[in-house]
C-alpha cells in the first residue's frame, strides 16, 4: 500500500473507542481542542483524466461505540454538472447539483436535478471515481471555544472563522456523530444578548441503524442552536409540492425539522 492510500485510510477509517472531539482532547495538549481550518481544507484526486481538488465543506465523525471504532466523513463543496473540458457550451442542459462525500474506501456522490428523480444518490469506490485522494487538511493553529454571549457577539463581530461542534447519539444503536462545520451565518440579538448559529449544508448521519457502507447513513441537513444542549435540524429530502391540494411533483429539498438532545461548540479559528 503507497504511502497516499494508506494516509486516507488512516483519517478515514481507525480506532476510536469511546472517544469524542468533545469528550475528549488530543493526548499531545490536554486542553487543545481540534478543528479544521475551512479555508485551507481540500481533499486533491490524482486521476490524469481529471485531478480535480474539493474544497472540505464539514467533517463528520461517525462512532459506533459497541465496535469501538470511526469513520471520518468529508462533505465537499457543491458544483454543477459540466461538459469538463469541452470546446464550447461547458454546463449540461438538464443541469444538477454535484456532491460528493468521502467516507474511508467509499464514495457518496449526489446528483440534485430539479425534481426528485432516481439516481440521486449513488455509491463509488473512492479510488474508481478520480484514483486515489490526498486529503489537504489543515487544523486551526488557535481553536478557542466560545462558553458567554459575551464572546460569541465580540468575535461575531470581527474577521476571525467561526465554526461549531454537534454531537448527536443514539443509545439503542450504539452510534453517535460529532458533526463539525465553519458556521456562515451567525445571529446576534443586542437587544436580547442571545445568539444562534444557522448553518449548513452538513453531513448529518441516520443514527437509527448502521449502513453497508457507513457513509450512505448521510444526509445532507442545516444546523440550527442557541444553547449547548439541543440542535435543531432541517434535512434534505423528497418533498411534495402540491398544487390545489394535489401533489404535482415531489422535489429534494430541507424540509420536515427536527430537533435533537445534542452537546455544541462555538468555536473561534484562528
Excluded at 34 to 50: A, E, H, K
Excluded at 167 to 179: F, H, S
Aim: glycine fraction near 6%; charge should be negative.
Amino acid at each position: 500500500m503507497n504511502p497516499t492510500r494508506r494516509n486516507f485510510l488512516v483519517a478515514g477509517l481507525a480506532a476510536a473507542g469511546s472517544s469524542s472531539l468533545l469528550g475528549a482532547a488530543p493526548a499531545a495538549e490536554s486542553d487543545a481542542i481540534q478543528c479544521l481550518d475551512y479555508g485551507r481544507s481540500f481533499i486533491c484526486n490524482t486521476s490524469t483524466m481529471n485531478a480535480v481538488r474539493f474544497w472540505v465543506e464539514s467533517r463528520t465523525i461517525l462512532y459506533d461505540d459497541r465496535a469501538g471504532t470511526n469513520l471520518v466523513i468529508y462533505q465537499c463543496g457543491s458544483c454543477k454538472s459540466e461538459r469538463t473540458f469541452a470546446k464550447d457550451n461547458l454546463l449540461a442542459e438538464d443541469n444538477y447539483d454535484f456532491m460528493p462525500i468521502y467516507g474511508g474506501e467509499d464514495m457518496l456522490i449526489l446528483r440534485r436535478h430539479v425534481d426528485a428523480r432516481d439516481g440521486y444518490r449513488q455509491l463509488r469506490k473512492v479510488n474508481d471515481v478520480w484514483g486515489e485522494p490526498i486529503l489537504r487538511l489543515h487544523y486551526g493553529k488557535t481553536v478557542k471555544e466560545l462558553n458567554t454571549f459575551e464572546e460569541i457577539r465580540d468575535v461575531t463581530a470581527t474577521d476571525t472563522p467561526l465554526a461549531a461542534q454537534t454531537e448527536i447519539a443514539n443509545e439503542e444503536t450504539g452510534l453517535r456523530c460529532v458533526m463539525e462545520y465553519p458556521i456562515k451565518t451567525m445571529n446576534i440579538s443586542i437587544d436580547k444578548s442571545i445568539w444562534q448559529v444557522d448553518t449548513g449544508p452538513i453531513a448529518f448521519p441516520d443514527l437509527t441503524k448502521r449502513f453497508d457502507p457507513p457513509v450512505d447513513s448521510v444526509r445532507l441537513a442545516f444546523a440550527v442552536f442557541n444553547a449547548p444542549h439541543f440542535c435543531d435540524f432541517v434535512i434534505e429530502q423528497p418533498t411534495p409540492i402540491e398544487r390545489d391540494g394535489e401533489e404535482v411533483c415531489r422535489v429534494y429539498h430541507y424540509s420536515n425539522p427536527v430537533s435533537f438532545p445534542a452537546k455544541n461548540r462555538v468555536l473561534a479559528v484562528s
